[in-house]
């Protein structure tokens, strides 16, 4: 007897997703040692993570319609391939501009997710399919778990290019497994890209990005900057004006009309921001000098803060089944209430110089419990709220939000801890008092309350949602019973 589709698919999938995850975070807590090394502010160094994510916005929806049209496992492979060359090319950058130029290439890689939902949502039946989900999403905790303290050794005692290097034979090893045991789609839907309209929100969020990066050395309220700020918004308006317009929008905006789909989307760049600014900031938090840091090294920093990512790995298969059991609607109105409270705590301890390490372990532990949740619950209605022939497409955008989170989130912390900084005495030079400025605790309370302001937003949307899976009719109907998804048909119609 052959096993099944989940026990043939997903350990390869599951593989390559922590894989990635695991490229993209063990860089993490060597940046604040890049800033040093390259002789680059904080919100230079946040680029270091937000190019990538950058790239990865760029490029998803583009790979969502080649998959849709020739084929998802063609598409990962030739992903794979580009992919493998920039891990190259980043591992030996002789600059920073070409770190960070590689990373953006590097961003290709963030389409791996969505093509597996893609290929597990053809596989699967109903009852299988939010489990499955649940732990690709998870993965994110598995690939951090392994990144935080093994990239932090590696980076310790030979270099973050190193770090990198490790990944290399293990994508080849995962490409071939690819190409041996992945079977090609067989539905193929192809449609014109438009590529005017990613170039336009690129441009939005370019401009934003450099305005929030140099923000703290133009000022907040200066002619540049605010002309960055300016200039970004007219590419958006420049961009929905152009979805509405064509055929073949890069971003079907009409779909928004349905919270079923509007509330996932927008949950994936609250969840994506939420991330990427939290982990962005306590590392500076942990590592940073006494006072105003713990003063920690890159390996304490990464052993630290690999049980957190863990709990990632605990709460995706979880709250896929519970959402069996009680609906996702329930889930996804509490689970950003839960990151919130996590988040509004650490910024308020945050203020106080006799917080622990202890204590900011625990408040992320709550924090990431509710983007946890945020983030198998948002995937799975996403999921079963679109047609087979849009899936590919629409999980595309899914990314493109998700990255949009992920691009702003460490260019805002960098940003405010670039503003908000505080004169530290280091001694005295031929009698004259030295001073080094450091991020203060002001700087860490905005970070962690902007956090729990966009989950609070979430929290808010999410009750404008329909809920799609009921116990009763899951009994009922029993093993994909349905192709174009009648789960799908029935929130439509509602």
Same mark, same amino acid.
């Given at each position: 007897m052959?096993p099944?589709?989940?026990r043939?698919y997903?350990?390869?999938?599951?593989?390559?997703s922590?894989?990635?995850?695991?490229?993209?975070?063990?860089?993490?807590?060597?940046?604040?040692?890049i800033?040093?090394?390259?002789? $680059?502010s904080?919100? @230079?160094?946040?680029w270091? &993570?937000?190019a990538?994510? /950058? !790239? %990865?916005?760029?490029? =998803?929806?583009?790979?969502?319609?080649?998959?849709?049209?020739?084929?998802?496992?063609?598409?990962?492979l030739?992903?794979?391939?580009?992919?493998?060359a920039?891990?190259?090319f980043?591992?030996?950058?002789?600059?920073f501009?070409?770190?960070?130029?590689f990373?953006?290439?590097q961003g290709v890689g963030?389409?791996?997710?969505?093509?597996?939902?893609?290929?597990?949502?053809?596989n699967?039946?109903k009852?299988?399919?939010?489990?499955?989900?649940?732990?690709i999403?998870?993965?994110?905790?598995?690939?951090?778990?392994v990144?935080?303290p093994?990239?932090?050794?590696?980076?310790?005692?030979?270099?973050w290019?190193?770090?990198?290097q490790?990944?290399?034979?293990?994508l080849l090893?995962m490409?071939?497994l690819?190409?041996?045991?992945?079977?090609?789609?067989? $539905?193929r839907v192809? @449609?014109?890209?438009d590529? &005017?309209?990613?170039?336009? /929100? !690129? %441009?939005?969020?370019l =401009?934003a990005g450099i305005s929030l990066?140099?923000?703290?050395?133009?000022?907040?309220?200066?002619?540049?900057?605010l002309?960055?700020?300016l200039l970004?918004?007219l590419?958006?308006?420049?961009?929905?004006?152009?979805?509405?317009?064509?055929d073949t929008p890069?971003?079907?905006?009409s779909?928004?009309?349905?919270p079923?789909?509007?509330v996932?989307?927008?949950?994936?760049?609250?969840?994506?921001?939420g991330l990427?600014?939290?982990?962005?900031s306590?590392?500076?938090?942990?590592?940073?000098?006494?006072?105003?840091?713990?003063?920690m090294?890159?390996?304490?920093t990464?052993i630290?803060l690999?049980?957190?990512?863990?709990?990632m790995?605990?709460v995706?298969?979880?709250?896929?089944r519970?959402?069996?059991?009680v609906?996702?609607r329930?889930i996804?109105?509490?689970?950003p209430?839960?990151?919130?409270?996590?988040?509004l705590?650490?910024?308020?301890?945050?203020?106080?110089? =006799?917080?622990?390490?202890y204590?900011?372990?625990?408040?992320?532990?709550?924090?990431?419990?509710?983007?946890?949740?945020?983030?198998?619950?948002?995937?799975?209605l996403l999921?079963?709220?679109?047609s087979?022939?849009?899936?590919a497409?629409?999980?595309?955008?899914?990314?493109s939000?998700?990255?949009?989170?992920?691009?702003?989130?460490p260019?805002?912390?960098s940003?405010?801890m670039?503003?908000?900084k505080v004169?530290i005495?280091?001694?005295?030079?031929r009698g004259?008092?030295?001073?080094?400025?450091?991020?203060?605790?002001e700087a860490?309370?905005?970070?962690?309350?902007?956090?729990?302001?966009?989950?609070?937003?979430t929290?808010?949307i999410s009750?404008?949602?329909?809920?799609?899976?009921?116990r009763?009719e899951?009994?009922?109907d029993?093993p994909?019973?349905?192709?174009?998804?009648?789960?799908?048909?029935?929130?439509?119609?509602?």
């Amino acid at each position: 007897m052959s096993p099944s589709p989940m026990r043939r698919y997903l350990p390869v999938l599951t593989s390559l997703s922590v894989l990635t995850m695991y490229v993209e975070m063990v860089v993490l807590p060597s940046l604040y040692h890049i800033e040093t090394q390259f002789d $680059v502010s904080s919100s @230079e160094a946040a680029w270091v &993570l937000s190019a990538e994510t /950058l !790239g %990865g916005l760029l490029v =998803s929806p583009v790979i969502g319609k080649t998959a849709d049209a020739y084929g998802k496992k063609r598409t990962l492979l030739s992903i794979l391939a580009i992919y493998t060359a920039s891990v190259i090319f980043t591992s030996i950058s002789p600059s920073f501009a070409f770190l960070v130029a590689f990373r953006a290439i590097q961003g290709v890689g963030l389409a791996v997710n969505p093509i597996a939902y893609t290929i597990l949502r053809e596989n699967l039946d109903k009852r299988e399919l939010p489990i499955a989900q649940g732990i690709i999403a998870s993965t994110f905790a598995v690939g951090a778990a392994v990144a935080l303290p093994i990239g932090s050794f590696i980076s310790q005692y030979y270099s973050w290019q190193f770090a990198y290097q490790t990944a290399i034979p293990i994508l080849l090893t995962m490409s071939w497994l690819i190409f041996r045991y992945i079977p090609e789609s067989k $539905v193929r839907v192809k @449609e014109p890209t438009d590529y &005017l309209g990613i170039l336009l /929100l !690129g %441009g939005a969020f370019l =401009s934003a990005g450099i305005s929030l990066t140099e923000a703290s050395s133009w000022g907040w309220l200066s002619l540049n900057t605010l002309t960055g700020f300016l200039l970004s918004a007219l590419f958006l308006v420049a961009f929905v004006k152009r979805e509405k317009s064509t055929d073949t929008p890069f971003i079907e905006l009409s779909e928004l009309s349905n919270p079923n789909v509007a509330v996932p989307l927008v949950a994936s760049f609250v969840s994506g921001f939420g991330l990427f600014l939290m982990f962005q900031s306590i590392i500076y938090l942990f590592e940073l000098p006494k006072p105003e840091g713990f003063g920690m090294d890159i390996i304490s920093t990464g052993i630290t803060l690999a049980p957190v990512s863990l709990i990632m790995l605990v709460v995706g298969p979880l709250f896929g089944r519970l959402s069996l059991r009680v609906g996702i609607r329930p889930i996804l109105l509490l689970t950003p209430l839960v990151a919130a409270l996590g988040s509004l705590l650490l910024g308020i301890e945050s203020l106080s110089y =006799s917080l622990t390490t202890y204590d900011v372990v625990v408040l992320m532990f709550l924090s990431m419990v509710g983007i946890g949740g945020m983030t198998i619950s948002r995937i799975t209605l996403l999921m079963v709220s679109t047609s087979e022939k849009r899936l590919a497409t629409i999980t595309g955008t899914n990314t493109s939000m998700r990255l949009m989170g992920n691009t702003l989130g460490p260019v805002l912390a960098s940003s405010l801890m670039d503003t908000f900084k505080v004169p530290i005495y280091e001694g005295m030079v031929r009698g004259v008092p030295l001073f080094v400025f450091l991020p203060g605790r002001e700087a860490f309370f905005l970070i962690f309350a902007t956090s729990a302001i966009s989950s609070l937003i979430t929290a808010a949307i999410s009750t404008r949602i329909k809920e799609v899976y009921k116990r009763s009719e899951l009994q009922r109907d029993g093993p994909r019973t349905v192709n174009e998804s009648s789960v799908y048909t029935r929130v439509r119609e509602s």
